[in-house]
T-cell receptor
C-alpha cells in the first residue's frame, strides 16, 4: 500500500517557467489537498478537492491550478513560476474531510530562481 | 485567537524525561484532533488522533483532550533523541473540509 505518492521530490525552476507536481493516492480517499509549507509559517492550503471532478480554492491559490479527473490523481500546476513560490509542497488525502486524519505525501522541495 | 495555537518552542528535554506539548483551539475548530510528527526535511506523519474528552494512550504517547478548556496535549514518556522533531497539532472544522494546523512545536531531546 503506497499511500500518497508525490513526484518529483526536488525541482529548480527559472522565473516564468511552468511545471506540474504530481500526486496520487491508492486509499480510495475522497478528499485531496495541496499545501505549501514555508519556514515558521505552518501549512497553508492551496487547493482542495472533495471528489473527482470537484476542486476549489484554499487559502493561497494565486499562481496555481489543479484538476481532479480521477479519484486517485490530483496534480498541481504552477504557471509562470515566481520566487514567492519557492517552498515545500505537500499533497495529502483523507477519507472524510476534517473528521478523519489526513495522510501526506513525501513532499516536493521547489526552488524558483 | 488563531484557530489552532501552539508554542513554537524549541522545547528541550533530557533523554528519558516526559515531554509535554500543548495546543489550544478556537470555537471554529471541531472536536476531532490529531498530532503529527515532522522530522526535518520530511512530511508530517500521523502519530495520534483523539475525538473525545480524556486521555488516549498509545505506547509512549498519550493524547489528552479537554473540550471545556479547549486544549489538547501530547505527552511523550521516556523521551528519546529520535523523538526530536516538530510536532503539529491539527483540528477538524476547516471550511474546505480540511484540518486546521498549528505552526508546530519543535522538540529537542538531549542525550
Amino acid at each position: 500500500n503506497a499511500g500518497v505518492t508525490q513526484t518529483p521530490k526536488f525541482r529548480i525552476l527559472k522565473i516564468g517557467q511552468s511545471m506540474t507536481l504530481q500526486c496520487a493516492q491508492d486509499m480510495n480517499h475522497n478528499y485531496m489537498y495541496w499545501y505549501r509549507q514555508d519556514p515558521g509559517m505552518g501549512l497553508k492550503l492551496i487547493y482542495y478537492s472533495v471528489g473527482a471532478g470537484i476542486t476549489d480554492k484554499g487559502e493561497v491559490p494565486n499562481g496555481y491550478n489543479v484538476s481532479r479527473s480521477t479519484t486517485e490523481d490530483f496534480p498541481l500546476r504552477l504557471e509562470l513560476a515566481a520566487p514567492s513560490q519557492t517552498s515545500v509542497y505537500f499533497c495529502a488525502s483523507s477519507l472524510d474531510g476534517s473528521n478523519t486524519e489526513a495522510f501526506f505525501g513525501q513532499g516536493t522541495r521547489l526552488t524558483v530562481v | 485567537q488563531k484557530e489552532v495555537e501552539q508554542n513554537s518552542g524549541p522545547l528541550s528535554v533530557p533523554e528519558g524525561a516526559i515531554a509535554s506539548l500543548n495546543c489550544t483551539y478556537s470555537d471554529r475548530v471541531s472536536q476531532s484532533f490529531f498530532w503529527y510528527r515532522q522530522y526535518s526535511g520530511k512530511s508530517p506523519e500521523l502519530i495520534m488522533s483523539i475525538y473525545s474528552n480524556g486521555d488516549k494512550e498509545d505506547g509512549r504517547f498519550t493524547a489528552q483532550l479537554n473540550k471545556a478548556s479547549q486544549y489538547v496535549s501530547l505527552l511523550i514518556r521516556d523521551s528519546q533523541p529520535s523523538d526530536s522533531a516538530t510536532y503539529l497539532c491539527a483540528g477538524g472544522g476547516g471550511s474546505q473540509g480540511n484540518l486546521i494546523f498549528g505552526k508546530g512545536t519543535k522538540l529537542s531531546v538531549k542525550p
